[in-house]
């Protein structure tokens, strides 16, 4: 088991240092955060430390519905003054820690962060390399595999253009909160109250879909957000289907995203378009792995779509007969042994192991 992970945004050599200390006093593992994409760390630490100059960073951004507010903040200083008492306020930090003096205090802080790194909730986007690449069907896959391996789901849709993951997945008809219905600016969702207003299927796969009637014209950062970090909190994985396209909200949930899973096909203009969105990807992303879709009319392999695509291969499938009547139907239901249902399950236990 690994030890739990705390986000740390300290730029004083000796402060970082207690805070060190503090954290092997406590058995936690620090990282600390690129303060050039703060989101990243501040969605996915159990923890974060941060000094006056970053605390004052991340209020703003929130503020601006950048960051949703979490718990578990502490500032650290070498004396305290009404300039870190105000960040801790803006920023929603527990404390000011004066370090070296509450070297103890702060380890025992530290010590309360309770979600293991191995363990914790995971987000996995995922966005087509192309047009007609299946992502949006994957997407759906592979919140529908996560309870047969013990895991609750929930499935965002981010693509406001698209058909609606709730038409895909069956439960159009169900009653539940869609995106038009949500007025999300920032902060904390109730998690445990937005999952049940949810549409869903059999309780373990949680739908927050853009269509059913009520979509909305693009898919606010805040609200995003604030939904991703409420399904951290309440289930096992969060799914998000991505548009093809670079808008605000896809930026943002390309850098809380534990993981990115690019679809392509096996055709030769598949490989180009997934490298172009290999190639807009790079450096936005913490982790991002590729699904390869047959059929291949031109016999290229699934390591050969890796080799042009340049990522990581997470799985490949072949062709999946009657998968477009079925998705017509009642939604989609997954059968073991299928390819869809084998690559689902292939890129759930990799997100999980953080192998993407």
Known sequence: MRGIEIGMAVAD???????????????????????????????????????LAAATAMAEAARSGGLPRREGVAIVAAQAGMAELAAAVEVGAAQVFVLPEQVRDLARFLAAREQDDGERSRVVAVVGGHGGAGASVLAAAVAVAAPGRGVTALAVD??????????????????????????????????????????????????????????VPE????????VIDAGRRSVGVTVVDLPRRDDPATSACLEVADAVVVVVGATVRGCAAGRAVAGGLAGRAR??????????????SARDVERAVGLPL???????????????????????????????????????????
């Open 13 to 51: 050599s000796a402060l970082a240092d207690d805070v060190r200390r503090a954290a092997a006093a406590a058995a936690r593992a620090v990282t600390d955060i690129d303060r050039g994409r703060p989101r990243a760390g501040w969605a996915s630490a159990a923890g974060l430390v941060l000094d």
């Open 158 to 215: 981010a693509d406001p253009w698209g058909g609606g993951l709730d038409l895909l997945l069956g439960c159009a008809d169900l009653p539940g909160l869609r995106w038009g219905d949500l007025a999300l600016r920032g902060g904390h969702v109730p998690s445990d109250a937005l999952v049940a207003a949810l549409p869903g299927r059999a309780g373990a796969v949680a739908v927050l879909s853009a269509g059913g009637g009520a979509g």
């Open 219 to 226: 898919i606010p950062v805040e609200g995003l957000l604030a």
């Open 287 to 300: 982790s991002v792995g590729l699904v390869v879709r047959g059929p291949s009319p031109g016999g290229l």
């Open 314 to 356: 997470l799985a490949s499938m072949r062709p999946q007969p009657r998968l477009d009547e079925q998705l017509d139907g009642a939604g989609l239901r997954l059968r073991r042994g299928t390819p869809l249902e084998v690559a689902a399950g292939r890129v759930l236990d990799g997100v999980r192991r953080g192998a993407a």
